[in-house]
């Protein structure tokens, strides 16, 4: 598929281009702020979802090399109201009627582009946040194992054999896993 | 997915199992559905690890700059219709600085319209039926400027869905380049006294067309319905400044 022209956009993003940062509040955050007081948000939470959004689309481009296949604007809304919809069940209210389609007529690229982004950073920061639920040691093995570095020579420097390495690593993963299967995602 | 548990999981996938047990463990994953939608799971975890336990730097400065820039645009004041001289005591710095960086841009230029009337029309409708393809037309067109060419694709989209704010809008912009002025003008006056997003978008457009005309206390009569909020208010700023 053709990438279109509002990758610039990401690529911003992923340059830290404070001009393309401060039009991205300019052109967008009147508009999710509107959305957002018109279902049972505040002022705040609209400022929380609109960053959210930002790091999570960035996260996106930098870790799974997201390309947009359409315009910027409706898939960014997209994320923002898809977001703003998971808080609102998170807060245990009902969902209201008011409709971001009021704003486009959106496609189905553009739905599916959101969707993933949503999607995936959900899970991310549930793998994050059971992650931090380990203790120091399994902690750090994982953060030095993951780094790619040689494991002989991770367990020289953690001043453990690797065999215990490699064993304590299996069951450092074996416990975040079931404690991410413990939520049911 | 009884046989194995998670440790198996982790010693399969990171390949820490001696060859005939692995080779027992894919005969199982063949089988098992939910073996195979734990490895894939664990396949997902190790890979996000992989990449976000690391540092990153760029997007510890892309949330610095996020959080300057909130306060500019997410005030504590609830949305509310203000004049433009409150607007600029409220808005301070921050609209200032917008301001600046347009009228920089657009600075001694008197081609209002040419300064700030490119107004892109995005939809991405591809649900496929008629009225979508009508509307995708419409965008192409308006987007070449071949205004004339988007009326009659506007007026048919509106027979479909007379409530559509976003055609309303676009053809009223679009009309304003037209010999269709004032139907134009109509159009953005139903989106302004309407409740969508295009509101201020619509109140704004009419402060141009105004200012093109050189009719400044018309322009500065739009202008002023627009709240410091609004998406538009720095351009709006920006325009009442070089009227002024």
Request: glycine share 4%.
């Amino acid at each position: 598929m053709m990438i279109h022209p509002d990758q610039r956009y990401l690529d911003g993003l992923l340059k830290n281009d404070t001009r393309l940062v401060q039009e991205i509040y300019e052109r967008f955050a009147g508009k999710i702020k509107y959305y957002i007081l018109q279902n049972q948000g505040t002022e705040d939470d609209a400022a929380d979802i609109f960053q959210e959004s930002i790091i999570d689309v960035y996260n996106q481009a930098k870790y799974k090399d997201l390309q947009l296949t359409c315009p910027f604007e409706p898939f960014f809304l997209l994320v923002c109201k898809r977001k703003w919809l998971n808080e609102i069940k998170k807060r245990g209210r009902q969902p209201v009627t008011k409709k971001l389609d009021d704003l486009y007529d959106v496609g189905e690229d553009v739905f599916a582009a959101a969707e993933q982004v949503v999607q995936e950073e959900a899970q991310t920061g549930l793998f994050l946040a059971q992650f931090e639920r380990l203790g120091d040691k399994c902690k750090e093995i994982l953060r030095s194992t993951l780094t790619g570095e040689a494991q002989e020579k991770i367990a020289e420097t953690l001043g453990v054999t690797y065999g215990y390495l490699r064993k304590k690593k299996s069951e450092c993963m074996a416990t975040l896993l079931s404690y991410i299967q413990a939520q049911k995602i | 997915m009884a046989a194995y548990n998670n440790e198996d999981i982790v010693r399969y996938v990171d390949e820490d199992m001696l060859p005939g047990e692995r080779e027992q463990f894919e005969a199982a994953l063949q089988e098992d559905a939910a073996l195979s939608a734990a490895v894939a799971q664990y396949r997902a975890l190790r890979s996000t690890l992989s990449a976000r336990l690391q540092p990153d730097e760029q997007v510890k400065l892309l949330k610095t700059k996020l959080e300057e820039l909130r306060p500019k645009h997410f005030g504590k004041e609830p949305a509310k219709v203000v004049s433009m001289k409150k607007y600029f005591i409220a808005a301070g710095a921050a609209a200032a600085v917008l301001a600046g960086v347009l009228l920089f841009r657009y600075s001694h230029d008197t081609d209002y319209m040419g300064s700030y009337g490119n107004i892109e029309m995005q939809v991405s409708a591809e649900r496929g039926n008629n009225a979508d393809s009508l509307l995708q037309s419409a965008a192409l067109y308006f987007n070449e400027k071949a205004y004339t060419k988007v009326i009659p694709l506007l007026d048919a989209y509106l027979k479909t869905d007379s409530s559509s704010q976003t055609a309303l809008y676009y053809r009223g912009v679009a009309a304003t380049h037209t010999n269709a002025v004032a139907a134009g003008l109509v159009d953005l006056e139903k989106v302004y006294d309407g409740e969508s997003v295009f509101k201020y978008d619509a109140a704004f457009y009419i402060a141009l067309y105004y200012a093109q005309q050189q009719k400044h206390k018309e322009a500065f009569t739009w202008l002023e319905k627009i709240p410091a909020d609004a998406s538009v208010a720095a351009k709006a700023a920006a325009l009442e400044k070089e009227l002024k």
